[in-house]
DNA sequence: GCCGTTTTCGGCCCGACTGTTTTCAGTCG
């Protein structure tokens, strides 16, 4: 039993981080505990594990001090390093390096000028016009701060969607162990999939009556209060501010709780009609026809009394799905290759062998390795040496045949003239490349458009990469013109990512009927910077489901030789 | 704080943008 999960201590060592940064530290030491929060992120599996088998400490960038810290965090939940600075820093200046636009040298001289160390103090101050008056400070930065704590505090109501899973099957666990629970499915955003959640729901299936459980729930740990309640429902809110909705339902209505907990509002509002048109009435927490309850045991007991085939979650969204039919939805098992991974080539955290293995065990066929292209310094770009040395390895493996076929990839940055990254001679050399932008955001949506396009005018450019550059609640998607993207992308050949990654989830679910409808291809890349990222690729196929895509829409479900045939037809 | 085919010290990624200035510091990816 473990104190910490990763992303807690990856959270500590991001806090340790900033803490020391707004302390004015070495920025190589700052730098230092921030690499190790990603390292943490990217170890696989459990890391009191990781600890045990000393795999932790032989991990890229995990030294004895940090070691200390990850090891006290794992075993008490504590970092004796990370109290004492939370003494010596206010909370408030960590909540103000948040704002975009805003680094510890312009804190500093907030604090240091105007003595604010918290977000309603700066807001005022943004305000009044004393932020504006301090030297190398204006109108514009003023107004530039107040839109980022606007934007800070309406992101606060939403969590990614991988954060709300984790949380969520955490919960589903702890509300299990009570007694006279049955089952808990996780319902609501969560369950259709949505690229971020604000309203989680809990449903509890119980044998006795709702009341007798939820009286129960405030000893969960981590529940600070129940923050409203009817006859089967409660809210509980969390000590860190997030709430989750708990429904209470006998099994025998489980189908209908279930429908009504997972949603969404039109949905549930095109299914009350339907049933309203059938002589039913779906008001409450069960089905009635007329006075005589209607069992509905089962999410599929509901929907066929209404003459409806089961609705899968992902698509239950703006009531039209009703009166289409149902698709057949891609699965995780579909998936034959997995392609857009960084290694420790660039700026991943697992090697390369390491990342291939762990394919193997997921049952990949093939593995697309695309590691950055040499634009991208920042994140350890390729030099050709690197890139032939990276080839060799590959063929090594592959040689070897031991594990899923490797296919020597790259994720070129798009230049800012729509050129690749690299001359046409080492471009023909890749199996296949993925192009992206990295920088440069700024362009006019025509420009951006254009850079795009001359990139697919390259035989050389496989996939767009995460086509619209957002990074969810956190930075808006660059200007571009889907659809001129999305006909061009057609006419090439070239298909178009859906990222995985749940920071991005881009393209964004809402257009990938269009883009098919256009004749453009679809691969998911996980965006893997490490075996952890791995399991990126189950919320690209969420995205895709909620797309109603299948599996002939996706290129990565075809062989490893078809992908390939679908790469070289630009060549020829 | 971490790292090492320059290994116990001295380096660690760098170019572009923004808003302020009028030549550049601070921030970001």
């Given at each position: 039993m473990t104190t910490m999960d990763r992303t807690g201590v990856a959270r500590a060592l991001e806090q340790i981080a900033s803490y020391l940064e707004l302390q004015g530290e070495n920025a190589f030491r700052v730098r230092a505990f921030k690499a190790a929060a990603k390292t943490v992120q990217g170890i696989p599996g459990d890391l009191a594990g990781a600890l045990r088998d000393g795999s932790l400490a032989e991990?890229?960038?995990?030294?004895p001090a940090i070691l200390q810290v990850i090891t006290e965090l794992v075993t008490t939940g504590r970092s004796v390093v990370l109290e004492q600075l939370r003494t010596e820093v206010p909370a408030g200046l960590l909540e103000m390096l948040?704002?975009?636009?805003?680094g510890v040298a312009k804190i500093r001289q907030i604090r240091d000028a105007l003595g604010i160390d918290n977000l309603p103090e700066l807001e005022a101050a943004a305000r009044d016009g004393r932020l504006a008056a301090?030297?190398?400070?204006g109108a514009r930065t003023a107004e530039n701060i107040l839109k980022g704590i606007a934007f800070l505090r309406q992101a606060s109501e939403w969590r990614l969607s991988h954060h709300a899973h984790d949380e969520s099957a955490a919960l589903c666990e702890a509300l299990l162990r009570?007694?006279?629970?049955?089952a808990a499915h996780v319902a609501g955003e969560v369950r259709r999939r949505?690229?971020?959640?604000r309203d989680m729901v809990i449903v509890l299936v119980a044998d006795v009556p709702p009341n007798e459980l939820l009286?129960?729930?405030?000893?969960?740990?981590?529940?600070?209060?129940?923050a409203g309640e009817d006859e089967r429902r409660a809210t509980l809110r969390f000590a860190g501010g997030g709430t989750v909705q708990v429904m209470v339902t006998p099994p025998q209505n489980l189908g209908t709780v279930l429908v009504q907990a997972t949603g969404s509002q039109a949905h549930l509002a095109a299914l009350a009609a339907r049933a309203t048109a059938k002589g039913?009435?779906?008001?409450?927490a069960a089905l009635w026809e007329g006075s005589r309850f209607v069992a509905t045991p089962t999410e599929e007991s509901l929907y066929a009394a209404l003459a409806l085939p089961w609705m899968p979650?992902?698509?239950?969204?703006?009531?039209g799905e009703l009166d289409r039919p149902v698709p057949e939805l891609v699965e995780g098992?579909?998936?034959r290759g997995f392609l857009h991974c960084h290694t420790?080539?660039?700026?991943?955290?697992?090697?390369l062998t390491d990342l291939t293995e762990a394919c193997r065990l997921e049952g990949y066929e093939y593995v697309g390795i695309t590691d950055h292209s040499r634009a991208a310094a920042y994140a350890g770009g390729l030099s050709p040496d690197s890139i032939r040395a990276q080839w060799a390895e590959i063929d090594e493996l592959n040689r070897r045949g031991t594990g899923p076929r490797l296919l020597k990839g790259i994720e070129s940055d798009i230049l800012v003239?729509?050129?690749?990254?690299?001359p046409d001679d080492i471009l023909a050399g890749f199996d296949f490349i993925i192009g992206s932008i990295h920088?440069?955001?700024?362009?006019?949506e025509a420009e951006m458009t254009e850079r795009v396009c001359r990139a697919m005018a390259?035989?050389?450019?496989t996939i767009i990469g995460h086509p619209t550059g957002r990074l969810l609640l956190s930075r808006e998607a660059y200007r571009i013109d889907l659809d001129r993207i999305f006909s061009a992308a057609a006419a090439h050949g070239v298909a178009i990512e859906i990222n995985a990654d749940p920071h991005r989830l881009d393209l964004?679910?809402?257009v990938l009927a269009r883009a098919r409808a256009m004749g453009v291809m679809i691969s998911i890349g996980?965006?893997?910077?490490?075996?952890?990222?791995?399991?990126?690729m189950s919320y690209g196929v969420g995205v895709a489901r909620k797309g109603g895509?299948?599996?002939?829409?996706?290129?990565?479900?075809?062989s490893a030789e078809d992908f390939l045939a679908f790469a070289r037809a630009r060549r020829s």
């Amino acid at each position: 039993m473990t104190t910490m999960d990763r992303t807690g201590v990856a959270r500590a060592l991001e806090q340790i981080a900033s803490y020391l940064e707004l302390q004015g530290e070495n920025a190589f030491r700052v730098r230092a505990f921030k690499a190790a929060a990603k390292t943490v992120q990217g170890i696989p599996g459990d890391l009191a594990g990781a600890l045990r088998d000393g795999s932790l400490a032989e991990a890229k960038g995990i030294g004895p001090a940090i070691l200390q810290v990850i090891t006290e965090l794992v075993t008490t939940g504590r970092s004796v390093v990370l109290e004492q600075l939370r003494t010596e820093v206010p909370a408030g200046l960590l909540e103000m390096l948040e704002i975009s636009g805003l680094g510890v040298a312009k804190i500093r001289q907030i604090r240091d000028a105007l003595g604010i160390d918290n977000l309603p103090e700066l807001e005022a101050a943004a305000r009044d016009g004393r932020l504006a008056a301090l030297p190398r400070f204006g109108a514009r930065t003023a107004e530039n701060i107040l839109k980022g704590i606007a934007f800070l505090r309406q992101a606060s109501e939403w969590r990614l969607s991988h954060h709300a899973h984790d949380e969520s099957a955490a919960l589903c666990e702890a509300l299990l162990r009570l007694p006279h629970v049955l089952a808990a499915h996780v319902a609501g955003e969560v369950r259709r999939r949505l690229e971020v959640v604000r309203d989680m729901v809990i449903v509890l299936v119980a044998d006795v009556p709702p009341n007798e459980l939820l009286r129960q729930l405030e000893a969960i740990p981590g529940v600070k209060e129940i923050a409203g309640e009817d006859e089967r429902r409660a809210t509980l809110r969390f000590a860190g501010g997030g709430t989750v909705q708990v429904m209470v339902t006998p099994p025998q209505n489980l189908g209908t709780v279930l429908v009504q907990a997972t949603g969404s509002q039109a949905h549930l509002a095109a299914l009350a009609a339907r049933a309203t048109a059938k002589g039913f009435n779906l008001a409450g927490a069960a089905l009635w026809e007329g006075s005589r309850f209607v069992a509905t045991p089962t999410e599929e007991s509901l929907y066929a009394a209404l003459a409806l085939p089961w609705m899968p979650p992902e698509l239950r969204e703006d009531g039209g799905e009703l009166d289409r039919p149902v698709p057949e939805l891609v699965e995780g098992r579909d998936l034959r290759g997995f392609l857009h991974c960084h290694t420790t080539y660039s700026d991943g955290t697992s090697s390369l062998t390491d990342l291939t293995e762990a394919c193997r065990l997921e049952g990949y066929e093939y593995v697309g390795i695309t590691d950055h292209s040499r634009a991208a310094a920042y994140a350890g770009g390729l030099s050709p040496d690197s890139i032939r040395a990276q080839w060799a390895e590959i063929d090594e493996l592959n040689r070897r045949g031991t594990g899923p076929r490797l296919l020597k990839g790259i994720e070129s940055d798009i230049l800012v003239d729509g050129a690749l990254d690299y001359p046409d001679d080492i471009l023909a050399g890749f199996d296949f490349i993925i192009g992206s932008i990295h920088s440069r955001f700024n362009l006019s949506e025509a420009e951006m458009t254009e850079r795009v396009c001359r990139a697919m005018a390259s035989p050389y450019l496989t996939i767009i990469g995460h086509p619209t550059g957002r990074l969810l609640l956190s930075r808006e998607a660059y200007r571009i013109d889907l659809d001129r993207i999305f006909s061009a992308a057609a006419a090439h050949g070239v298909a178009i990512e859906i990222n995985a990654d749940p920071h991005r989830l881009d393209l964004d679910w809402r257009v990938l009927a269009r883009a098919r409808a256009m004749g453009v291809m679809i691969s998911i890349g996980a965006d893997a910077h490490s075996v952890a990222g791995i399991a990126n690729m189950s919320y690209g196929v969420g995205v895709a489901r909620k797309g109603g895509l299948g599996r002939d829409d996706l290129l990565n479900c075809r062989s490893a030789e078809d992908f390939l045939a679908f790469a070289r037809a630009r060549r020829s």
